[in-house]
């Protein structure tokens, strides 16, 4: 079975300061999403749909070609603000993304079967796409959906706030719900964030949490348009507001629309928010590499990667 993955690569890095989805992290000039896509590969996904904003395309093009090579089909598909429902007009003050289950959408027009979505810059481990690969190669439930969770303590930046998607689980490890948390943050007695809306929260280390590691079916995605639009009809004029994937999906659990399969994976997630989580991420991939996690080389390692396909 076929089943591709969406790299979600649009995002603006402001508190990074440079495109942290092509930051050359790696030994031998590797971004995070290069790891993921060798993982995914291996895992069993056939095919990468990157998402990328139009004046950053020629630039992820270039970095995929010169680490991925031929080694799997790669589709680029341009998130823009102007990329709406029929009657919505983009304001004309809109600078950022419409968010993450934007992009979403915008990769659902060139995708007809289950797929998974990942972040550029939030490195999952190869063991994460596996279990994702063999839940969406067989035969999920049309209308579920499947995160693989990861424990807040671990996902945090020394940097400053970071923002997660919190989950509550139900006692047979489905979700009962999921709710974006933004400026999470370690203070000397607890973690704290605060809601879209900006009202403060504790939360538990503890805490299973969202890092975008997502796999969809099409009936949930069809649903997610419905949503957008209504999002739309609501906040269109909003020059910040955004459509988050955490609450889109937390929409639907409400409504009993889908069913959110929680799945777990023994790796230890890293990632990069802050500019100061640059020295940390690469002392870990150079860890990964010495301990023989990931070769020295990925380019290299991608062209030894069998059923080469072409990049469009």
């Known amino acids: 079975m076929s089943v591709p993955l969406v790299v979600l690569a649009a995002g603006l890095s402001t508190r990074y300061g440079t495109l942290k989805q092509l930051d050359a992290l790696g030994p031998s000039g590797e971004a995070i999403m290069d790891y993921n896509i060798y993982d995914a590969a291996r ?3 056939d095919s990468i749909v990157m998402i990328v904003r139009p004046e950053i395309e020629d630039q992820v093009r270039q970095h ?12 680029y598909v341009a998130q823009t603000i ?4 029929k009657g919505f007009p983009a ?6 993304p419409w968010g993450t289950g934007h992009a979403v959408l915008c990769a659902a027009e060139h995708l007809d079967g289950p797929f998974a979505i990942c972040n550029a810059d939030d490195l999952y481990g190869p063991v994460a796409f596996s279990i994702l690969y063999e839940h969406l190669s067989s035969d999920p439930i049309p209308t579920d959906v499947a995160l693989v969770g990861y424990t807040l303590e671990d996902t945090l930046s020394g940097s400053g706030g970071v923002a997660r998607g919190i989950c509550v689980l139900k006692k047979d490890g489905f979700m009962a719900r999921v709710s974006e948390v933004q400026q999470i943050r370690r203070t000397e007695v607890w973690i704290t964030g605060t809601t879209p809306g900006g009202e403060p929260i504790e939360l538990s280390g503890d805490a299973v949490v969202s890092m975008n590691l997502w796999g969809f079916t099409q009936p949930v995605v069809a649903h997610m348009h419905r949503q957008f639009k209504r999002f739309m009809g609501m906040w269109g004029s909003d020059t910040d507001r955004e459509f988050f994937l955490s609450t889109a999906i937390n929409g639907q659990l409400e409504v009993g629309a889908t069913n959110a399969r929680v799945l777990h994976a023994e790796d230890h997630w890293f990632g990069v928010t802050h500019a100061n989580d640059r020295e940390g991420a690469q002392a870990t991939l150079r860890q990964r590499v010495e301990v023989g996690a990931y070769p020295n080389r990925l380019a290299d390692a991608f062209s030894d990667l069998p059923n080469p396909g072409i990049t469009t």
Do not use: H, K, S
């Open 64 to 75: 995929v070609e010169d680490i991925v090579g031929d080694a799997l089909p790669v589709r």
């Open 43 to 45: 895992a069993g996904f």
């Open 82 to 85: 102007d990329q709406l429902p």
């Open 91 to 96: 304001p004309p003050d809109r600078a950022r």
